[in-house]
C-alpha cells in the first residue's frame, strides 16, 4: 500500500473513531412530553364570569387561560348563565358533553330564589371533537322530583355495570321534615332522556350535601375502585366497588385544616408524570377559587397534604367549581389551536373614527359608544378557510363570527359547514383609502368588500371614494 493510502485510511479511520466518541458522548433525544390537561370551570359572578371557560396545564399544577382568559362558550338558554361545568368523554372517545348548573347569580336572580325557586335544568353542551360545540340545551332533571327545587352541581359518571352514565347532582327539597339539598341521580346514554330520579346521597338531621365528584381508580391503588370527595361541612372522601353500590367513609381533610366552611367543589386530577393525585378545592370563603391538595394515596385521608408554596400557578383567571380532563395528545393540539390567547380587539371605522363595529341582536352595524363595550369585541382568527385570511369571533359570544349572507353582515354561531367557513373568512389587504389601515376581502366573492352603509355592515363592490372610506378599518384594544 502506498504510502498515501496509508495517511488516507489513518485519516479514515481518526475520522470515525472521532465521529463514534461524540456520538456516545450525546444524550437520547428525550421522549416527548406527556399530553396536558384541560380544565373547565367558571370565574365568578354576574353575567360574564357564569359561562364556560377553559385552561390548560402542561403538569397539573400550573395553568394557563385559554382564549385570552375570555369565555369559551356562553350559555343562551335558560337563565343564561353557567357554574359547575363537568367534562364528560364517552369511553370510545368519540363525543364529549360539557353539563352544567343553569344559574346565574346576580344577573337575574339572588341565592334566595335560586335555592328554593330555582331552574330546575341543567345546561348541556355536545361535541365529536372537543372544539366544535353544539348549541345547548336545557335537560330537565328535577321535574320528576316532588317539590325539587333546582338542580345544582351536575356531574356523570360512565357505569360498566350498566352501560351507561350515572349523572348526579344536587336539588332542594323537603323530606323527612328536613328542606336541604340531598345529591339524586338518574341513568342516560345522551344526556337528553334520563331515567327517573331517585336519592343518591342524604347525609344525617339537617346537613346539606350539594358538591361531590367520584373518580375511578385505577387497579391496585387502595381497596376501591371509586373513590368519591363530597362538600358536606367537611370534604367526606368515600369509597365503593360500584357506583350505585354502598359507600364507605374513608374520613376527611379536617386534619389540615380545610372542612365545607372554608371550600368546596372538589374536583380529582391524577398526574401522569408521577405517583401524585390533586384533589382541587374552591377556596370560596376567601374568594380566591382553587387550590391543590396532593396525595399519593386518595382513599387515606391522613395522606392528604398542602401544596408548598409556589409549587402551583392557577393563572389569570379564578377558578371556580368545574372539572379537568387528561387529554390525549390528538386532543390537546385541537384545543390549544382553537382556543389561543389571541387579544380582542375592536375594528374602527375611518371616516367615522368614534364608531365601531359592533353585534347588536345579533345584527352587525358601526355605532359609538358602544354598551356593553363587549359587543364591539372581537378575536381576529386564523381563517376559517384559507391561508394569510382572517375570521372574526366574538367575545361575549363564543362561537359566533361575523359572516355574511346576501351581502347583509350577522353574527352567526359557526356550525361547522364549508358555506359558513367561507362566507366568514376575508383578506386583509391595505385599506383602500389609506394604506396604513386596512380593508377585508370576502373570500368568496374576492371582488367585494366590508363596508358600512347607513351605519350597517355590508358586503358590497367599492368604485367611488365614498366606498373606499366606507371599506376601510383598523383594529384597536
Not at 479511520?13 to 461524540?22: P, R
Not at 331517585?198 to 346537613?207: A, E, F, K
Not at 386534619?255 to 380529582?268: D, F, H, K, R
Not at 376575508?426 to 385599506?431: D, I, L, M, S
Amino acid at each position: 500500500m502506498s504510502a498515501l493510502r496509508v495517511r488516507l485510511a489513518l485519516m479514515l479511520l481518526t475520522t470515525c473513531l472521532l465521529l463514534t466518541s461524540q456520538t456516545s458522548l450525546t444524550p437520547d433525544r428525550a421522549a416527548a412530553a406527556e399530553p396536558g390537561y384541560l380544565m373547565a370551570h367558571f370565574t365568578g359572578e354576574g353575567a360574564a364570569n357564569q359561562q364556560i371557560y377553559f385552561s390548560y396545564s402542561a403538569d397539573g399544577l400550573r395553568w394557563n387561560d385559554l382564549n385570552g382568559g375570555g369565555a369559551t362558550l356562553r350559555s343562551t338558554v335558560g337563565t343564561r348563565g353557567v357554574r359547575d361545568p363537568a367534562l364528560v368523554r364517552s369511553p370510545d372517545g368519540n363525543k364529549y358533553w360539557i353539563i352544567a348548573t343553569d344559574l346565574c347569580i346576580a344577573c337575574g336572580q339572588n341565592w334566595d330564589a335560586s335555592i328554593n325557586n330555582g331552574s330546575r335544568s341543567l345546561v348541556v353542551w355536545e361535541s365529536t371533537d372537543l372544539v366544535t360545540w353544539s348549541d345547548p340545551w336545557l335537560l330537565n332533571v328535577a321535574e320528576a322530583i316532588p317539590d325539587g327545587r333546582n338542580a345544582w352541581a351536575p356531574e356523570a359518571i360512565w357505569n360498566p355495570e350498566t352501560n351507561d352514565y350515572v349523572l348526579y347532582w344536587a336539588t332542594n327539597k323537603p323530606l323527612d321534615g328536613k328542606t336541604k339539598h340531598r345529591i339524586y341521580y338518574a341513568r342516560t346514554s345522551d344526556f337528553r332522556t334520563i331515567t327517573t330520579p331517585q336519592l343518591y346521597i342524604d347525609r344525617p338531621g339537617s346537613q346539606e350535601i350539594i358538591d361531590t365528584q367520584i373518580v375511578e381508580l385505577p387497579a391496585g391503588v387502595g381497596n376501591f375502585r371509586y373513590i368519591r370527595a363530597s362538600g358536606d361541612g367537611q370534604i367526606t372522601l368515600e369509597g365503593s366497588n360500584s357506583i350505585l353500590g354502598t359507600w364507605t367513609d374513608l374520613g376527611n381533610l379536617a386534619g389540615i385544616g380545610l372542612t365545607g366552611a372554608q371550600v368546596e367543589g372538589p374536583m380529582w386530577m391524577k398526574s401522569r408524570d408521577r405517583n401524585e393525585w390533586s384533589l382541587y378545592l374552591d377556596q370560596y370563603a376567601a374568594g380566591r377559587g382553587y387550590m391543590p391538595v396532593m396525595t399519593t394515596d386518595p382513599p387515606a385521608s391522613g395522606t392528604y397534604r398542602l401544596p408548598a408554596s409556589g409549587s402551583y400557578n392557577m393563572g389569570g383567571t379564578k377558578k371556580r367549581h368545574g372539572s379537568i380532563l387528561a387529554l390525549t395528545a390528538a386532543e390537546e393540539s385541537r384545543v390549544l389551536a382553537r382556543w389561543p390567547n389571541t387579544q380582542a380587539k375592536r375594528l374602527q371605522s375611518y371616516n367615522f373614527q368614534d364608531r365601531y363595529v359592533r353585534h347588536a341582536d345579533f345584527d352587525v352595524r358601526i355605532d359609538p359608544a358602544v354598551s356593553p363595550a363587549e359587543d364591539a369585541r372581537f378575536r381576529p382568527r386564523p381563517g376559517l378557510v384559507g391561508t394569510g385570511t382572517v375570521s372574526f369571533e366574538s367575545v361575549n359570544f363564543p362561537g359566533y363570527f361575523l359572516r355574511h349572507a346576501n351581502y347583509d353582515f350577522q353574527l352567526v354561531r359557526n356550525d361547522g359547514t364549508t358555506q359558513f367557513a367561507a362566507d366568514a373568512t376575508f383578506r386583509q389587504v391595505p385599506g383602500l383609502a389609506d394604506a396604513s389601515w386596512s380593508s377585508y376581502q370576502s373570500y368568496n366573492h374576492p371582488d367585494l368588500y366590508i363596508r358600512h352603509y347607513a351605519y350597517q355592515l355590508r358586503l358590497d363592490p367599492i368604485t367611488t371614494a365614498t366606498g373606499r372610506s366606507d371599506a376601510t378599518f383598523r383594529t384597536t384594544s
